[in-house]
């Protein structure tokens, strides 16, 4: 019969509704109170996949460093890990241990010496890594201050770093109480000053910060300047100061690319370094790492001997329970790739930020301020001689109608009436991706030059983008 059918009846063929047939979908889904009722499965996914249509494609977003693309094989085996609690190391040893590899091959990719004990952490990310990198150089100081009789009263401690700084690096001032010096960026200097830098280090100075690709430009600073430097300032003085070296970006890219260019371990006073494996390590978020050439600059304070999972395990990490599998994605991705697998990546990678750079300085308007050369970031700003209506910010605007999401943005104090737009070029972007975009790129200017478009009262446009 088709029709009569009781409730009782209805019910049982409501698993094979249609998704888009089912009472669910048919009521505003629950949004800040949990619901009456559970809803199936199936539908609940379709449900939550739905809410999540109109981000951007995360492919088209040229403002990230995060890894937009891994392998089916990684994405199966990450899936499968995730329930592996990276810090149960009772619980799961093999996946320990794979970290622990990790640790190894990036001590050996950023030549940490042989002859001492190095050790490192994976974190959640470079934050957290930077966080720990930070503390340890916090408590090597007072350690030291204390044995020398400084007061510690008086002052408090303080980094120095350039204002081309990530936000993490305020965050640890902040959080720890320490102060910033920052020594400012110009024109003439778009990395940390090293004419200027020891000017800011006096005893209470608890390291310097190098930044392998600040994160504004994707300039390096000059590591092995700034180590001579400390070099010869720990030679004047008892209070001795290290430097960590944030290479979130470039610790995984330029190790591959230039490995001529000296900048970590290969440096003596380069006592740790952190980077973002979901950066140029090519994995998904969040996994970062931080190492320190030699145990002893890693005070005991900061390691944790943990027994209440098991065996009786340190850990050195701010985070406690997290999952296991974005190890696992890395420790894939290095048996994978291998050395020359990363190298041929980075270098298309490179390749394909070179083209774009060249393109845009075809069409005379910009002056490009990265090329892709050290990292494959391109960064320009509109030149002072070009007379044009419209902004970046506008530009920025075009090529998001074509799904293309590209920052526009100002550059950190000192700088910050130079109004810059930054492409990050990941693995994923390959080179007829990159032509498609170009030819978008020359239509939204045509577009801009030629159409009737209303534009913003100048100054009214916010930064636009995400700068990470
Ligand atoms: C991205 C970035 C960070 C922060 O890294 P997360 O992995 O996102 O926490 C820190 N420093 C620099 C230089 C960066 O580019």
Known sequence: MLYGKKDQERKKSYVIEPIFGTKAESQDI???KLGENPVEPSVAYRLVKDELLDEG??????????????????????????????????EYPRTAELENRCVSMLADLWHAPEAIEYVGTST???SEACMLGGLAMKFRWRNNAEKLGLDLQVQKPNLVISSGYQVCWEKFCVYWDIEMRVVPMSVAHMSIDVTKVMDYVDPYTIGIVGILGITYT??????AALDALVEEHNRQTDYKVYIHVDGASGAMFVPFIDPELVW???LKNVVSIN???????LVYPGIGWVLWRDKAYLPEELIFEVSYLGGKM?????????????????????????FEGYRAIHERTKQVAIFLANEIKK??????????????IVCYRLKESVEVEWTLYELADRLQMKGWQVPAYPLPPDLQTIIIQRYVVRADFGQSMAEEFIEDFNAALKELEQARILFHDKGEHGVQGFIH
């Not at 492919?59 to 609690?85: H, I, P, W």
């Not at 340190?314 to 291998?338: C, D, E, H, K, V």
């Open 30 to 32: 629950p949004k800040y």
């Open 57 to 90: 494609n995360a492919r088209q977003n040229l403002a990230t460093f995060c890894q937009t693309y891994m392998e089916d094989e990684a994405t199966l085996l990450m899936a499968e890990t995730l329930e592996k609690n990276a810090i149960d190391k009772s």
């Open 124 to 126: 959640v990310g470079s």
């Open 218 to 223: 994707g300039k390096f600073d000059d590591i």
């Open 264 to 266: 970590d371990f290969r």
């Open 275 to 281: 980077t973002s494996g979901h950066k140029y390590g």
């Open 314 to 338: 340190p850990t050195m990490a701010i985070n406690f329970s997290r999952s296991a599998s974005p190890i696992i994605g890395q420790y894939y991705n290095f048996l994978r790739f291998g």
């Open 363 to 376: 069409t005379g308007l910009f002056e490009v301020y990265n090329d892709g050369r050290n990292l494959p």
